[in-house]
């Protein structure tokens, strides 16, 4: 677990010629040579092409005392790694943070040693630094940036309770169950997410409805996978039969052994929705602001921190309808929706994407308690630097 950590930012570095789509990449010259790249699966894998051995097997003519640079593209931090000709010192290099470090030890495998403790105890704050600019740089950082990130996943799932939440006032409580699926295109890089939601909520008087909701899921991207999830509660108040007002406090966490990622992170939110009617449609309009606050995740001697702190505003339109006889049933409806998302603060890698969807399903009435059954949904969504996907979504309420 320690070891991957300080390879995924220790190791997050390229120069700006290297623009092959693999997320793990060494540019590896000796002696001045001509270079020669090599893709990798994970941050083990290109930690390891980095020993004596490793950069042995690349480039058959290198020794212990050879000139030694490598140019290292590990989701998209540029930096470089390098030892002179007869030396042991080894030197690392961020030109975009004004890190230039040099470590001496007995060998250069003692060295990288040193490096290494060096940023375990994160001097001059390294290990924080480059986290944080890889949320900025990284097109599919785990923790923020992109719409599979934690941040985004965060924000979405309490942003989807305010705007299909039940109306109503009703005893009992409803238990949520679905399956989504994403694909993703973020940067070139191809990304596919597979998210189980999980909720309950309980009707807690005046049409007040205590909401808890637990999401956990799935990143595959290229050959690495990350493993994320959250919790949060949330309280329906309603201000009238067409205004609901819903206040909701989550917390999350996310990691990759392969991408070199780890984070936990806290958010708040507050979500408006309002419904007019318009004969046989309804038009909802639901605003979220949010906030979201990084924290550090112990891994061994690690104390990792990407140090964000970033705010966010979600604007959603939705129409829905009634479908008449279908095979769905009594009940069945239709919604179309657009939603806006925006972040502010640190500054990330996508700040802002537009999701615009479909769904059909089901819509049942128990005594004063209004809430969709079965729903079925597929959307799209766009943003900038080359953000795109698609999502398919299936959700149950008992």
């Known amino acids: 677990m320690k070891r991957w950590l300080i390879a995924g930012v220790l190791l997050s570095c390229i120069t ?4 092959a789509k693999d997320l793990f990449v060494v540019g590896l010259s000796v002696d001045s040579a001509a270079e020669v ?14 020993t004596n051995e490793g950069m042995q097997k690349v480039v058959p003519a290198y020794t212990d005392m050879s000139a030694a640079s490598a140019a290292l593209y590990v989701r998209g931090l540029p930096a470089e790694a390098s030892y002179a000709a007869g030396s042991t010192t080894l030197r690392f290099r961020v030109p975009s943070l004004g890190i230039d470090e040099s470590f001496t030890g007995t060998s250069r495998d003692d060295s990288k040693k040193l490096f290494e ?21 990284s097109p599919v950082d785990p923790v923020a940036g992109n719409p599979s990130s934690l941040m985004a996943q ?5 942003f989807s309770v305010a705007m299909s939440d039940a109306g109503g006032n009703g005893p009992g409580g409803l238990g949520t169950i679905g399956l989504a699926f994403q694909r993703y295109s973020l940067g ?3 990304t596919n997410v597979t998210t189980l939601p999980l909720g309950y909520s309980f009707d807690i008087g005046n049409g007040y409805r205590l909401q808890l909701s637990t999401p956990i899921y799935r990143v595959d991207t290229q050959d690495t996978v990350s493993y994320g999830g959250s919790i949060g509660a949330a ?3 309603p201000l009238s039969s067409a205004w609901v007002l819903t206040p909701a406090l989550r917390f999350g966490a996310v990691g990759s052994a392969d991408q070199g990622a780890a984070a936990g992170m806290f958010s708040g939110s507050l979500t408006s929705r309002y419904v007019w009617s318009l004969g046989g449609m309804d038009l909802g309009m639901t605003n979220q602001v949010g906030m979201y606050q990084s924290r550090s995740v112990n891994i061994g001697d690690y104390d990792a921190d990407y140090d964000l702190s970033n705010r966010s505003l979600k604007n959603g339109f939705d129409l829905n309808g009634e479908l008449g006889d279908t095979f769905l049933g009594k009940g069945a409806h239709w919604q179309a929706w657009i939603i806006d998302t925006r972040f502010y603060g ?21 005594g004063q ?25 299936v959700g149950y309420r008992f």
């Open 154 to 158: 965060m924000g979405a799932q309490d």
């Open 369 to 393: 308690l209004v809430y969709d059954n079965l729903q079925l949904g597929l959307s799209y969504t766009h943003g900038e630097n080359d953000v795109s996907g698609v999502k398919l979504n």
């Open 117 to 137: 403790d060096y940023v375990k105890h994160n001097g001059n704050d390294i290990l924080t630094r480059m986290l944080h600019e890889l949320a900025r740089v």
């Open 235 to 237: 309280l329906r108040v």
């Open 16 to 19: 700006s010629v290297l623009q």
């Open 346 to 366: 640190d500054e990330l890698y996508a700040n802002s994407w537009q999701e615009y969807g479909v769904a059909v399903g089901t819509r049942v009435q128990a």
């Open 188 to 190: 070139g890089f191809d």
């Open 37 to 50: 790249r090599t893709p990798y699966d994970n941050v083990d894998d290109m930690f390891d092409a980095l």
